[in-house]
């Protein structure tokens, strides 16, 4: 498996301004993930981000609101831009290591006010 | 077809008893359906995945058991205890790794 952790744990944040969240692995890894948590939902594919290339956002999901960085193989960023309380979300990142498994952060709890 | 349904949304099971969460889904392109369970205040944790060419798997109190022809699969905990006590999520790989989840299963071990 991975040891991943997310910066910060949670936050609480003033709506139109933006978070920008950490994820780092202990490994290098190809392909990193960045996940949406609405309350009490279940997990919602944000984008797929990978090193060297540009994110790529699942539909409903766009660059100007999540931009991502992934500037080497252990770390990425999700930034949750003009945030609304809609945003109020538990957002994680994973990796996908050997074969298909795939292991999740902590998740960064978001309250948006 | 990019869906993944889950049943029950959540289930009472006294301790020592099967919790049985059920999944089901609709394209035959998916081809790796893992199970991950949630506490809390806790990101999900890989607990136990298939493939389906496989009808079944084992790995401790946990079973998978995945029926192709009806594009079901299904957990099974076995002597269920207070601690398995989470929210279980079924899912399954659609394109390059990206993973598409079940609504989720709140399960509740009685002692």
């Known amino acids: 498996s991975a040891v991943i952790s997310q910066k910060p744990s949670r936050d609480i944040c003033q709506r139109g301004t933006s978070l920008t969240i950490q994820c780092q692995v202990d490994?290098?890894?190809?392909?990193m993930f960045w996940y949406r948590q609405q309350p009490g939902q279940s997990l919602t594919l944000i984008a797929t981000?990978?090193?060297?290339?540009?994110?790529?956002?699942e539909s409903g999901f766009v660059i100007d609101k999540f931009p991502i960085s992934r500037p080497n193989l252990t770390f990425s960023t999700l930034t949750v831009s003009n945030m609304s309380p809609e945003d109020s979300s538990i957002y994680l990142c994973?990796?996908?290591?050997?074969?298909?498994?795939?292991?999740f952060g902590p998740g960064t709890r978001l309250t948006v006010t | 077809q990019q869906q993944v349904k889950q049943s029950p949304q959540s289930l009472i099971v006294q301790k020592g008893g099967i919790s049985i969460i059920n999944c089901a889904y609709e394209?035959?392109?998916?081809?790796?359906f893992p199970w991950y369970q949630q506490f809390p205040g806790k990101g999900p944790a890989l607990l136990i995945a298939?493939?389906?060419?496989?009808s079944e798997k084992k790995e401790g109190r946990f079973t998978i058991s995945f029926n192709k022809s009806a594009k079901q699969f299904s957990l099974h905990i076995m002597d269920s205890q207070p601690g398995d006590s989470a929210t279980y999520f079924c899912?399954?790989?659609?394109?390059?790794?990206?993973?598409?989840f079940g609504q989720g299963t709140e399960l509740s071990v009685k002692p």
């Open positions: 981000a990978n090193q060297g290339s540009e994110a790529t956002y």
């Open positions: 994973s990796v996908s290591l050997a074969g298909d498994e795939q292991y």
């Open positions: 394209n035959t392109a998916f081809d790796y």
């Open positions: 298939i493939r389906p060419d496989v």
């Open positions: 490994s290098q890894v190809t392909m």
């Open positions: 899912a399954a790989f659609y394109s390059a790794g990206k993973l598409i």
